[in-house]
């Protein structure tokens, strides 16, 4: 009887295990085919193995559960030492800062990234230095969870939305497959007269992101293709783009557009002003990773060029999409690997004066962005109105904006250090010029030896670092890149001594050698030798316009005290007046008689000749 229960037993775990070992494949299968609500239920119910844990982290993540996520990705973490450049941490990350856990989620960042992260800084730097402040409202009437993408459609607006209850599911998200739709849009931020575009453009799998061109005849859109192929060890559905041309007031003639393909997904379109440029994301294999941006160039025929990464200024290994013109031909577009606050991020880039490329991305910042995906902008520039969407809330939805100019300011920020030594420099003058030579501010720095000033955009200045003993330096920038709004500039400066050969420094003082100035008996009178030797001392100064110099004059012990001092206070002011009737500063110099009371060699009454040479001298200290 013993013997058949344990045989029992024994048959019931095989059982269980097969079970669970059962589920687990078919989790992994639904999630190979991002079948994800389908999948995390399965792996729910499934020994939490990492590679399990960090599935169903990723099944919560790509459909909006931070809170879910970051949870289970914690485990993963814990249960097993993973590399931090995995993308677990990535997306833990950004699962925290979705459930506003700013510290947590820094810190884990910071070592995705190994450098540090700061997010409650970057806002600070945002609020002074982003071009505009945002006022966000939901579209609230005519808006349902699961519209985004609202763009421009003549004098109407189009958007995607999964309102379509009678299409089929999607399995990523249970949810209807996308359409595109028109409205009116109303001055009151109402959607009104809300209809699908024909079958011509809705198909039975996802469309989205519509275009529209400037004469109204041609609108772009996104695609999934019905047929899965195989791509990396994945069957994948790509995503295409689109164009359909206006035939008779009806949308006619779908046609793919040539450098789409069935081994990489070409999705959100965007058109310049003239509609010369096609703007689109992609993972063709020749970008940075994930999606990047991209545009062709369109002809007057309707030719397309060949696509043109914008390079790793503004794409990283991950997400950036959703591009947007404006008129005024700046680059709007959503990222999640550039820095922001969580998820996807609203960023701009301004075209450079030379018409050919784009600036650094700038974050709009919070007034706009969140933890969470904030995507899809587009922007009236002439009324500084327009439209994003966002999963703020905790579904995509639909908003409009509001925007007013910033009185913007950069921020320069830096240390100063010993050309050579590379030590730092407390206690040096920094001040800061505008483009007409004009000090507008100064700090002596800290034991830090960091500066900080505040600049305006579009504008160039200078940056000059002194300090006693130092040749003073200094560097010019400029503010032209509306991205940069924190430049970090490091000034060397270089001592005297380490510059110039015949200058030293000895007992805490920095002395400029030269030969000995000689006087006749009596005399201090300038001599050809001592003019030849303070010649010297001329050149050096003009050299360096802000040295100062202190010129000391010693005599021997013979003479009398009183007579001594008068003697050496005379050669050192007729050597100083040589100085300066050679064009120096009469600022920039003081002269000291010291007579008998610093001898270099105190051989009282018994002093030879080079003694007394010795001592009968005249120096030169560097004083700033």
């Excluded at 003239?274 to 002809?299: A, E, P, W």
């Amino acid at each position: 009887m013993q013997l058949k229960i344990i045989i029992l037993i024994s048959l019931c775990l095989g059982n269980f295990a097969f079970g669970q070992s059962s589920k687990a494949k078919k989790a992994n299968k639904l999630f190979a085919a991002k079948a994800y609500v389908k999948a995390a239920e399965l792996y729910e119910e499934v020994p939490k193995s990492t590679e399990v844990l960090q599935n169903l982290g990723d099944c919560y993540y790509f459909n909006g559960f931070m809170d879910k996520a970051s949870n289970v990705y914690l485990k993963a973490l814990e249960n097993e030492n993973i590399n931090q450049s995995n993308h677990t941490y990535f997306r833990f990350a950004h699962s925290l800062y979705g459930i506003n856990k700013i510290q947590e989620a820094d810190s884990i960042m910071s070592l995705f990234k190994s450098s540090k992260v700061n997010t409650l800084k970057l806002k600070k730097t945002l609020k002074i230095g982003a071009p505009f402040t945002y006022t966000v409202d939901m579209i609230n009437s005519g808006n349902t969870t699961g519209d985004f993408a609202l763009s421009y459609y003549g004098d109407r607006v189009t958007f995607a939305s999964l309102r379509n209850q009678g299409s089929k599911t999607y399995k990523w998200n249970e949810q209807p497959y996308l359409d595109i739709f028109v409205a009116d849009y109303t001055e009151d931020g109402t959607l009104e007269n809300i209809t699908a575009l024909s079958s011509t453009i809705n198909t039975n799998t996802h469309e989205s992101n519509a275009v529209l061109s400037k004469d109204g005849k041609t609108l772009y859109f996104s695609r999934t293709n019905n047929k899965r192929n195989k791509i990396n060890d994945q069957k994948i559905a790509v995503i295409k783009l689109y164009k359909a041309t206006l035939i008779k007031g009806l949308w006619d003639n779908v046609e793919e557009l040539p450098f789409s393909s069935d081994f990489y997904s070409v999705l959100h379109p965007a058109l310049n002003d003239d509609d010369s440029k096609l703007y689109f994301s992609s993972d063709m294999s020749d970008g940075y990773g994930s999606f990047d941006i991209y545009y062709v160039d369109v002809s007057s025929d309707g030719q397309y060029g060949e696509p043109t990464n914008l390079g790793s200024t503004i794409n990283t290994p991950h997400r950036e999409q959703f591009p947007f013109i404006s008129k005024d031909s700046t680059l709007y577009f959503a990222s999640e690997g550039l820095i922001g606050f969580g998820g996807l991020d609203i960023f701009m880039c301004e075209l450079k004066k030379d018409n050919n490329s784009f600036g650094t991305p700038l974050n709009l910042g919070e007034s706009i962005n969140t933890g969470k995906d904030d995507f899809s902008f587009v922007v009236n520039s002439d009324e500084n109105t327009g439209f994003l969407s966002s999963n703020r809330s905790g579904n995509d939805n639909l908003y409009r904006f509001n925007r007013e100019k910033n009185d913007r300011e950069f921020i320069v920020e830096g240390t100063v250090k010993d050309k050579n030594s590379k030590l730092l420099l407390p206690n040096t003058m920094i001040t800061l010029f505008d483009n007409n030579n004009k000090a507008i501010d100064s700090i002596k720095v800290g034991e830090d030896a960091r500066f900080k000033f505040y600049t305006k955009p579009f504008s160039s200045y200078k940056i000059e670092g002194f300090k006693p003993l130092y040749i003073p330096n200094a560097t010019n920038f400029d503010t032209d890149d509306s991205g940069k709004i924190e430049l970090d500039i490091e000034l060397e400066l270089e001592s005297y001594d380490d510059a110039e050969e015949i200058v030293v420094e000895k007992d805490g003082y920095v002395f400029i050698q030269l030969e000995n100035i000689y006087f006749e008996l009596d005399k201090w009178n300038i001599k050809p030798q001592a003019a030849s030797t303070l010649n010297i001392l001329v050149d050096l100064m003009e050299k360096y316009p802000r040295m100062e110099v202190q010129l000391s004059a010693h005599t021997d012990t013979r003479s009398s005290y009183e007579y001594n001092m008068t003697l050496s206070d005379n050669r050192a002011k007729s050597a100083m007046e040589y100085i300066i009737s050679n064009g120096i500063s009469r600022s920039r110099l003081t002269s000291i008689g010291y007579g008998e009371t610093q001898l270099l060699v105190n051989c009282g009454d018994d002093c030879t000749e080079d003694e007394h040479s010795i001592n009968r001298r005249c120096e030169f200290i560097v004083t700033k």
